[in-house]
């Protein structure tokens, strides 16, 4: 097939996926990203648990470092992910757990994590300036099961900024630089049943854009589940209104989860790879048809791209990727192509 960035870019988009460490080290993987992909993801590298391992706050860029110097050398352009998330935090800052209304410990004095959250947008963000187009500033800010009255998630930031967090992260980002586009990235909003969440992310985003805020553009992560359907109406009625905001939107998570319990899904014992792939190609033909008909959307990615390397395999599931383990493309790749080139012709 032809390459996916190279069919994207006729149609006005850009193609990409998350990489990790493991593009660096599988040269059959890298070169599937070369022919690829015109945008990548960062994965962990620059998560905090990545560049903050340790309390004494020494910052490890190692791994961000060698990433981002590979994806220069080769012309793919670079989005940082993420700066404040609720989760993923190294141990030193949060413990985890289950019961609310925190759902976990602060490890280090309120007023020390107030200065590690600027301290580390400032940093990061300056470290990158020039190299790194886009950011994920704030990542996954809204969980209704966390039970607050606003819908958004609890635990670190929200335990010492309360909700102040999400404007305050993006105004550090912008101040260290003013020429990077700063994204929200969000899941569920595809989801059936998660009506609450698009009506929470929507009055977030409105807040943001009231009180003048610097964000550009919205992460539509787009794991879809069969299990759970994705919704058609709720899906097309966000992107109308984040149209109408003037926000660019990247499908940026996408990977599709075939087997489960209800709905569509298949069951979790299935072994059959090429009715799962035919399964899964259906779920990406009739999604990227509609998400890719709004203007506003200017770039698709998958989180990862072979099947081995996805974080779903750890999960259960088989086969969510485009391509497979031999680094061939699947039915899946075959309907991007096809929904690139469908863009393009509409």
């Not at 359907?229 to 599709?256: A, F």
């Not at 791209?305 to 088989?318: A, F, N, T």
């Not at 080139?341 to 509409?346: I, L």
Request: one cysteine or more.
């Amino acid at each position: 097939m032809d390459s996916l960035n190279v069919t994207a870019e006729a149609s006005g988009l850009m193609f990409g996926a998350a990489a990790g460490p493991t593009v660096l080290t599988d040269p059959n993987l890298e070169a599937l990203y070369k022919e690829h992909c015109g945008i990548i993801t960062t994965d962990i590298a620059l998560k905090w648990s990545t560049v903050r391992p340790n309390a004494n706050f020494v910052p490890v860029w190692t791994q961000a470092d060698a990433l981002i110097s590979w994806a220069e050398a080769n012309g793919i352009l670079i989005k940082g992910h993420n700066l404040a998330w609720n989760e993923y935090a190294p141990a030193w800052l949060w413990t985890s757990n289950a019961s609310g209304p925190d759902y976990g410990v602060l490890n280090v004095p309120v007023e020390d994590a107030k200065n590690y959250f600027d301290q580390h947008i400032t940093e990061t963000v300056s470290r990158y300036a020039g190299r790194i187009a886009i950011w994920d500033v704030v990542n996954e800010p809204i969980e209704p099961a966390h039970g607050r009255p606003d819908l958004m998630r609890s635990k670190i930031w929200m335990k010492v900024f309360g909700p102040s967090y999400v404007e305050r992260a993006f105004r550090r980002a912008h101040a260290a630089d003013r020429d990077a586009k700063l994204f929200m990235n969000e899941q569920s909003l595809d989801r059936m049943g998660c009506e609450k969440n698009r009506l929470a992310f929507l009055t977030l985003v409105d807040r943001l854009l009231g009180r003048g805020v610097p964000i550009h553009g919205i992460g539509f992560e787009s794991h879809l589940t069969l299990w759970a359907g994705v919704t058609r109406e709720g899906v097309m009625w966000l992107l109308e209104e984040l149209r109408k905001r003037g926000l660019e939107v990247h499908i940026s998570e996408l990977d599709i989860a075939p087997l489960g319990a209800s709905n569509t899904a298949l069951p979790t014992t299935t072994t059959d790879t090429a009715l799962i792939d035919a399964r899964v190609a259906e779920a990406a033909r009739s999604y990227l048809k509609d998400v890719l008909s709004f203007p506003n959307v200017k770039a698709l990615m998958t989180w990862q791209l072979v099947d081995k390397y996805s974080w779903l395999i750890s999960k259960g599931q088989k086969r969510p990727l485009p391509f497979d383990d031999n680094y061939q493309p699947k039915a899946m790749a075959f309907e991007i192509e096809r929904a690139l080139q469908y863009r393009r012709a509409g």
